[in-house]
């Protein structure tokens, strides 16, 4: 066996690296998939100019790919939603130089799933050792794996890399039939206040449509792509993602997108895309060209929860952040990354920020934990 760095996912083939990339219980998560990744890499958006120049692991086994690890040099820490900017400030004033750094994640994407893609712990062992190795050989400052599974987080603790726990806020289906079978399971005043947004959402006589597949053209793109660079603009954010990168979605995984849009006398004024995975919807890039008082929340959350459920699905991710979904059915659930750092001394002095971190954020969910919407049950 063999580990070499490809500076291109389209090296391999679709079929090797979603090989890889899938497996039984959980299937082939879209956002690791080789579609959307060669996507970000063939429309610009990830590339040496943008800061995340490609440097993926394959592990080969008499010319067979048998193992992958997205993976990225960074010139920077945007765009991947797990801050670590003042490990980098606190490093190079202390005389270190923290950039360029390794990161396995999908960019601009705070998605759970797996980066060490293989289903055998051992071959999962080698790519990790050979990201490490990588950074050993330029001495390279630190390597981030984001969002992690709990298969590789288990690997990578072993190896005693160093934790760090985030929270998002995911709805979970219970087993409903039905929208209504999910607000029965709600106290009282937070299911009123969900059917009152729900109606005052509506009130402009807007229509919803569900658009899958190849269904989606391109004037829908354009319509979304519209919606996605307002929301941009109006948070002072920066568009990481170009037109080119929609367009090229419904090439190569049409199968997996959802565009959820809102439409007032026959023309789109709001619009969410939503990824599909084997158990889980993937809320992704609201946006809206005229503001409707709770349309984001009938979009965003109400819209993916009753697509979740007449579709079987376990679970939606709405994204990162947001206490604000609590009260609309979404709980608190904890994330993982896991990080190597080379540096001994800054490495102890992370580590230590960390427990702390975790302390709190553990405290955090046990304390948002109890203002989710549901009915107390009580003995």
């Given at each position: 066996m063999r580990t070499r760095v490809i500076e291109s996912i389209n090296e391999v083939s679709e079929t090797d690296w979603n090989?890889?990339?899938?497996?039984?219980?959980?299937?082939?998560?879209?956002?690791?998939?080789?579609?959307?990744?060669?996507?970000?890499?063939?429309?610009?958006?990830?590339?040496a100019k943008s800061g995340w120049?490609?440097?993926?692991?394959?592990?080969?086994?008499?010319?067979?790919?048998?193992?992958?690890?997205?993976?990225?040099l960074k010139s920077h820490s945007q765009g991947e939603y797990v801050f670590d900017h003042g490990w980098a400030n606190a490093f190079e004033q202390a005389g270190g130089r923290y950039y360029p750094k390794l990161q396995s994640s999908i960019p601009f994407s705070p998605v759970t799933g797996p980066r060490l893609l293989s289903q055998n712990v051992e071959y999962k062992n080698i790519l990790l050792d050979a990201a490490i190795e990588y950074a050993h050989k330029y001495h390279i400052s630190s390597v981030h794996f984001t969002f992690i599974n709990d298969e590789d987080f288990d690997v990578m603790r072993a190896?005693?890399?160093?934790?760090?726990?985030?929270?998002?806020?995911?709805?979970?289906?219970?087993?409903?039939?039905?929208?209504?079978?999910?607000?029965?399971?709600?106290s009282s005043r937070k299911r009123k206040n969900i059917q009152k947004e729900r109606l005052k959402a509506l009130e402009a006589e807007l229509d919803i449509e569900w658009i899958l597949a190849d269904q989606i053209t391109e004037d829908h793109w354009n319509f979304y792509f519209e919606f996605y660079m307002n929301t941009a603009n109006r948070k002072w954010g920066r568009p990481y993602l170009n037109r080119t990168f929609f367009s090229?979605?419904?090439?190569?995984?049409?199968?997996?997108l959802l565009l959820?849009?809102?439409?007032?006398?026959?023309?789109?004024?709001?619009?969410?895309?939503n990824l599909i995975g084997n158990k889980t919807l993937y809320g992704r890039y609201w946006g809206a060209t005229e503001y409707h008082k709770f349309l984001h929340f009938e979009l965003c959350y109400y819209q993916a929860i009753d697509f979740a459920i007449k579709h079987k699905l376990s679970k939606v991710e709405a994204g990162a952040q947001g206490e604000h979904k609590i009260a609309r059915g979404y709980i608190p659930c904890p994330t993982n990354s896991m990080h190597w750092i080379e540096n001994l001394s800054f490495r102890e002095a992370v580590k230590n920020f960390l427990d702390q971190e975790r302390k709190a954020v553990g405290r955090e969910i046990e304390y948002l934990s109890e203002f989710t919407p549901f009915k107390k049950i009580t003995n």
């Open positions: 090989g890889c990339a899938t497996s039984e219980e959980d299937g082939l998560n879209p956002f690791c998939s080789h579609g959307f990744l060669s996507a970000l890499e063939e429309s610009g958006c990830v590339s120049l490609p440097q993926h692991i394959i592990l080969e086994n008499n010319d067979k790919i048998i193992g992958a690890l997205p993976l990225y190896r005693k890399l160093l934790h760090r726990q985030d929270q998002q806020f995911h709805w979970i289906n219970n087993g409903y039939k039905s929208f209504e079978d999910f607000l029965v399971m709600l090229l979605l419904s090439e190569k995984i049409p199968n997996d959820i849009m809102a439409k007032r006398d026959g023309r789109y004024i709001a619009g969410a895309l």
